[in-house]
T-cell receptor, first 115, second 115 residues
Framework: GEDVEQSLFLSVREGDSSVINCTYTDSSSTYLYWYKQEPGAGLQLLTYIFSNMDMKQDQRLTVLLNKKDKHLSLRIADTQTGDSAIYFCAEIPRKLTGGGNKLTFGTGTQLKVEL | GAGVSQSPSNKVTEKGKDVELRCDPISGHTALYWYRQSLGQGLEFLIYFQGNSAPDKSGLPSDRFSAERTGGSVSTLTIQRTQQEDSAVYLC?????????????FGPGTRLTVL
């Protein structure tokens, strides 16, 4: 597809794991990113993965990359109420003209953490 | 300042008026990006500046939109003859260089409402 796709909503209980999925568009994207947006705040880079990696772990965050299926996921272990936010995956498609590192974002997944 | 700043934080204008949105990137960052976040279109790239090179305007939705970056630092995004569909949050980001491994740091955004 032409769009970076994510499911719109995810609800989990505090302490459970959250898994947010993303399907991206360009198999030649070098880096894939996860951004977090809290209410009223700008975008914050959470983590990224280089395209030659299958997995990256960073404290409570685990990123899995399946290049064959162009599928990216973000797992948050021991999810806390402070993790409630919108999560965006993003890529820099090589197919875009004009150069530069223009991020193409997914639709965003709103994560709600319940007590 | 420590991060990317944008002004104003909120702007309400009447249809047909011109607006200017300002971005102050992180000092020393040569690359600057404008994105737009709207309900209908999600997060989308608008324009990219890198050093003294000609800007990449490939994401601008119409010729009513223009941007400049003076002295390689502050940038202004101008929307002429605003329309209701221009209502969105306009985000600015900067990075050390235009290389894909350089993180893009986002400002808090300007919320534009066109009545």
């Amino acid at each position: 597809g032409e769009d970076v796709e994510q499911s719109l909503f995810l609800s989990v209980r505090e302490g459970d794991s959250s898994v947010i999925n993303c399907t991206y568009t360009d198999s030649s994207s070098t880096y894939l990113y996860w951004y977090k947006q809290e209410p009223g705040a700008g975008l914050q880079l959470l983590t990224y993965i280089f395209s030659n990696m299958d997995m990256k772990q960073d404290q409570r965050l685990t990123v899995l990359l399946n290049k064959k299926d162009k599928h990216l996921s973000l797992r948050i272990a021991d999810t806390q109420t402070g993790d409630s936010a919108i999560y965006f995956c993003a890529e820099i498609p090589r197919k875009l003209t004009g150069g530069g590192n223009k991020l193409t974002f997914g639709t965003g997944t709103q994560l709600k953490v319940e007590l | 300042g420590a991060g990317v700043s944008q002004s104003p934080s909120n702007k309400v204008t009447e249809k047909g008026k011109d607006v200017e949105l300002r971005c102050d990137p992180i000092s020393g960052h040569t690359a600057l990006y404008w994105y737009r976040q709207s309900l209908g279109q999600g997060l989308e790239f608008l324009i990219y500046f890198q050093g003294n090179s000609a800007p990449d305007k490939s994401g601008l939705p119409s010729d009513r939109f223009s941007a400049e970056r003076t002295g390689g630092s502050v940038s202004t995004l101008t929307i002429q003859r605003t329309q209701q569909e221009d209502s969105a949050v306009y985000l600015c980001a900067s990075s050390l260089t235009g290389a894909s491994y350089n993180e893009q740091f986002f400002g808090p955004g300007t919320r534009l409402t066109v009545l």
